[in-house]
């Protein structure tokens, strides 16, 4: 029995003294059940609906307090400030929302039937649906409070909906999760890449020897980043490829200069990734020191930075940090260039805030690297 109770209790102490199997075991779960517990998955989902009011009567503006919640209840429609019906059935076709309702002028006249229009993104099908629901279900009790109608009356053909689709010109979730993914792919390439290469070679004794030798160890460092950098546009390369030819999303339509625009984008974001995992190799000790910290500081930004999961399903306190994340501003800029074929000199926001913590990460990589 003691033989027994003596392999147990090694066991433990070597259990808790591997940092590694601790953070996978505990630290890593307890992340997820914190980030996955943040998203809000569960809820209705209002869709994004603009409307445009032609009647400007009593009838139209109790629909439109119905439909916005003004009256105290939860919104069942997220409308756009914007009024303008052009401008309003542009944002439907680039995927912006999800349809426009029309409300004619005769709309709420109890001597003539109204047709009201749901102008919709063929894409969101499932979408509209739900929205014209919702709008037939409170016309009628709009049209019986403002007519003056008993509520067990039933009113029909006053009013209807009439749908006209449109196909749009987003690319739907592909065209959202494509680009993260080549972001995310930039952050772990670079940032693992560097972590447990200094590590291992700090601890096998050769960053040590190479910094007694007469060629400057800096030297290395910068054939290092170079490397790194150019297998990061490769590796970049490839996987638009593959979202090309598999996924079937259509890379920065109409604008070629994509592909070497993108170049800097990736070099920027490399680079501060890179000098972030410099960091991390210079506070580990080992490697499996370097894993858990490398992963405590790569995991929220997975999930919170909009590569798989768009920032509308997280409570809004977390989008406020969240969009500061510097995967969210690699995301967010890659996402514009590869969808909307915007090119690189008008991503000021993303490309500042790229600079900004590449030079944090430097400065933090500066003090914290060592040679042994």
């Not at 690189?344 to 914290?368: E, N, T």
């Amino acid at each position: 029995m003691r033989i027994y109770q003596a392999f147990i209790i090694a066991e433990l102490k070597m259990f808790a003294r591997d940092r590694a199997a601790l953070f996978w075991t505990l630290a890593f779960p307890t992340v997820m059940m914190i980030v996955f517990g943040l998203f809000n998955f569960g809820s209705f989902d209002p869709p994004e609906v603009g409307i445009v009011d032609k009647a400007k009567n009593e009838a139209s503006t109790s629909l439109i307090s119905v439909l916005t919640g003004d009256y105290g209840g939860e919104p069942l429609f997220i409308v756009p400030d914007s009024d303008d019906e052009e401008t309003l059935k542009a944002d439907v076709l680039d995927g912006d929302i999800t349809a426009v309702i029309v409300i004619p002028e005769n709309f709420g006249q109890t001597n003539t039937a109204s047709i009201i229009d749901i102008t919709f993104d063929g894409r969101k099908a499932q979408e509209t649906e739900i929205a014209r629901t919702i709008l037939t279900q409170v016309l009628d009790d709009v049209f019986k409070t403002v007519a003056s109608v008993p509520p067990e009356y039933r009113v029909e053909n006053w009013a209807t909906v009439s749908l006209t689709e449109v196909a749009g010109r987003g690319q739907g979730y592909k065209g959202f999760v494509v680009p993260g993914i080549v972001s995310l792919s930039i952050m772990q390439s670079a940032l693992f890449g560097l972590v447990f290469t200094l590590v291992r070679l700090r601890n096998q004794g050769v960053l040590k020897r190479l910094h007694a030798t007469p060629i400057n160890p800096r030297h290395y460092l910068a054939g290092l980043l170079f490397t790194r950098m150019l297998l990061l546009i490769v590796q970049t390369y490839a996987l638009l490829l593959v979202g090309i030819f598999v996924s079937g999303v259509e890379v920065s339509p109409g604008y070629a200069m994509f592909w070497l625009e993108v170049v800097p984008l990736i070099i920027l974001g490399g680079f501060g990734f890179a000098s972030l995992g410099l960091a991390v190799s210079g506070i580990a000790k080992n490697e499996n020191t370097a894993a858990p910290l490398a992963n405590i500081i790569t995991l929220p930004m997975m999930f919170l930075s909009g590569v798989f999961i768009p920032h509308s399903v997280i409570p809004d306190w977390v989008v406020a940090i969240a969009k500061w994340l510097p995967l969210t501003f690699l995301a967010d800029a890659m996402r514009e260039m590869v969808n909307s074929g915007e090119s690189l000199f008008i991503q000021g926001g993303s490309l500042l805030g790229l600079a900004v913590w590449a030079a944090i990460c430097f400065v933090l990589a500066v003090r914290a690297f060592r040679w042994e």
